[in-house]
Each structure stands twice: as C-alpha cells, then as structure tokens.
C-alpha cells in the first residue's frame, strides 16, 4: 500500500517522463492530492499498463487539490542536459499549480530547491508515495499524448508505439531516415555516434 504524505497534506509529489528518451520532451507532473485519497490500483506509472494510466488519469485530476503538467523540449535539453531539464520541468509544473505546497516529495536522488520550500528526494518514490505515482501517471499520460501528436508528423519513427524510447525499430528508423527536429541531438541516437560533449 503506498504512503499518503511524509510531512502534511499540503505536500506536493513531482515526478518526470521520458527522461531515456531519444525524441520528444521530458515532461514532469506535480500534484497535491486530496487528504483522504486512495486508489488500489494507483502504482509507479512504469508498472501499470496503457490501459490503466489512462483510466487512472481523469481520477487523479479529481482527486487533486491542485495539478499541473509541463513539457521541456529538445532544444533545451540539448542546451542544459537531460538531468536539468528534468529539474526544469518539475519546477515549472510546480509554477503552475493554483496551491503553494507546504513540502514537495520528489521521485529519484537529486533535485535543486525550489523557493523556499523543503523538499524530500525518494529513490523509488513513485512505487512508496500515493503524489509521487499520481505525478508518475499524470507526466507519462500527458508525454504520450504529445508524442501520438507529433507521430501523425513523423509516422516513420513509429513514436505511437515506442513513444520516443530506444527501441530498435526506432533505431532502424534513424539509420534509414536520420533525426528530425524532435530527435536530442545531444543523445547517442545510435550505438556508432559519439555523443556530444556539454
């Protein structure tokens, strides 16, 4: 059973998507939940199937206090690295929310502080923390959706299905038609390439 709060119900969990990926943005989720939420089937967004982050995605916005998502692109990824822009992400959908969190749970081992409000980093949150996987679910739903968008663009990459991830349809993608503008130039996008220096 995962965990309500560690310090207040005004805590908001934050969590990212798509950090592994080759194209596409990294996109991150903050939400504070309602104090007497619970959802059996609720988990790290990575252990639950297509089908259920969907259905979980709508009751989660029910269920929020407050609850924003956003998106860093390529480009800047390219330009401050994949671990800032992860940073980046989390603290702009925390810009977003309507409520100011009294404390902020964040999913991983690293964060840079936010204003001046606490955080905690939890290795594995997203599997022990109710916020930290409602956030999980909400940025790997809202990253999918952009990448099915963009998809229509480029149907070559296969992005419906391998949503930007390396796989090695993706990969013999890149060998047949090179990156598009929605590729990180930065990554190693494939195993011959060196990558670039920051």
Not at 50 to 56: S, Y
Not at 178 to 186: A, N
Request: charged share 20%; with cysteine; glycine share 4%.
């Amino acid at each position: 059973m995962l965990q309500a709060f560690l310090h207040s119900p005004a805590e908001a969990g934050t969590d990212e998507a798509g950090r592994g990926c080759l194209a596409g943005p990294v996109t991150a989720a903050a939400i504070i939940l309602k104090p007497d939420f619970t959802h059996k089937t609720l988990n790290d967004s990575k252990l639950l199937s297509e089908k259920q982050r969907i259905r979980l995605q709508p009751i989660l916005k029910e269920a929020a206090l407050a609850y924003a998502v956003a998106h860093i692109f390529p480009e800047t990824i390219d330009q401050v690295n994949i671990l800032n822009a992860s940073f980046m992400a989390m603290h702009l959908a925390l810009d977003q929310l309507s409520l100011t969190p009294e404390h902020i749970m964040v999913d991983g081992n690293r964060f840079t502080n936010y204003k001046e409000i606490p955080h905690t980093c939890v290795v594995k949150g997203d599997s022990k923390f109710l916020h930290i996987a409602a956030a999980s679910v909400l940025a790997k739903t809202a990253r999918d959706t952009y990448m099915q968008e963009i998809h229509q663009q480029y149907p070559m990459y296969g992005w419906d299905k391998n949503k930007g991830y390396p796989t090695a349809a993706h990969r013999e993608a890149l060998r047949k038609h090179g990156p598009c503008d929605y590729h990180r130039k930065s990554f190693r996008l494939l195993p011959e390439q060196l990558e670039l220096k920051f």
